[in-house]
């Protein structure tokens, strides 16, 4: 498993809205709706307050446009503060047709075109980012949508599962619908999204994100899951067997202005 394969090679998206997911105790509920996610990796230039730039668009711009049609906006830095910069950043759509609203809309909405002049007027001797890989995603049926966490979390690890085939992969993901999820709920891992990406590298693969108070806590929650009778029976059964092939993850941590 090599941590910075997947920083430096990415992309994302697909889900659904849902605040009122349980986190931990119960089971995780279904929904006739289900959103989309986009996850992008913005490669940071070396122009002079690029970051800062960049920062600036999102929540003058950027964030108010989204939020006009109920599309959540999340931000996270590297946990390590590697150089080149990277800023991750999720977008929630509540479902389908609010990601098709929205993409019809960026370049004609009056107030962000507006609030987006400063930005979008840089030269190119001053972009903010060398390229930004993108992923778009598929949410699960079984947690269909968003689950911002009740406290604020420090501490997010974000997991890419590649699968050998497309048959691999679709069994991965009933493995997370039928048992894997609630296993997660029971033992207090507090999942963010699950998405099968549907567009990007990787294919077949899928991407979920947990959240955690720090590290401390993450490894305590896994050894909880991983020492579960419940994960143990599990892992071993014929139709889940050689569904992952490749496990790529990444820790970040939230900007101030992130939505999670």
Known sequence: MKRRS????????AGTLSFGIPVSGSQPVESQDRGIF???????????NAKSRLEQYFKVALIP??????????????YSLEEPAKLYVLFAYPNA??????????????AFADASKSYDSLPAAEAVY???????????????????????????????????????????????NNEEIAL???????PVFFGRIVAGQYM????YMVGFKDMADRDDAWSRFGNHEEWNAMRVKPEYADTVSNIHRIFLTPTEYSQV
């Open 6 to 13: 997947f920083l430096r090679n990415s992309a994302l998206a």
């Open 130 to 176: 060398s390229r930004y890989e993108t992923f778009l995603l598929d949410a699960f049926d079984k947690f269909p949508g968003l689950s911002i966490p009740e406290e604020k979390k420090g501490l997010f690890e974000l997991r890419l599962y590649e699968s050998a085939s497309e048959d691999a992969g679709r069994r991965k993901i009933a493995m997370f």
């Open 65 to 78: 446009f989204l939020n006009k049609y109920n599309v959540k906006f999340a931000a996270f830095n590297e």
């Open 97 to 110: 047709s609010t990601y098709l609203k929205v993409r019809s809309e960026w370049y004609t909405d009056p």
């Open 184 to 190: 997660f709920l029971k033992v207090g891992l507090q």
């Open 204 to 207: 077949p693969a899928l991407l």
């Open 38 to 48: 986009e996850f992008r990796i913005y490669h940071i230039s070396r122009a002079s």
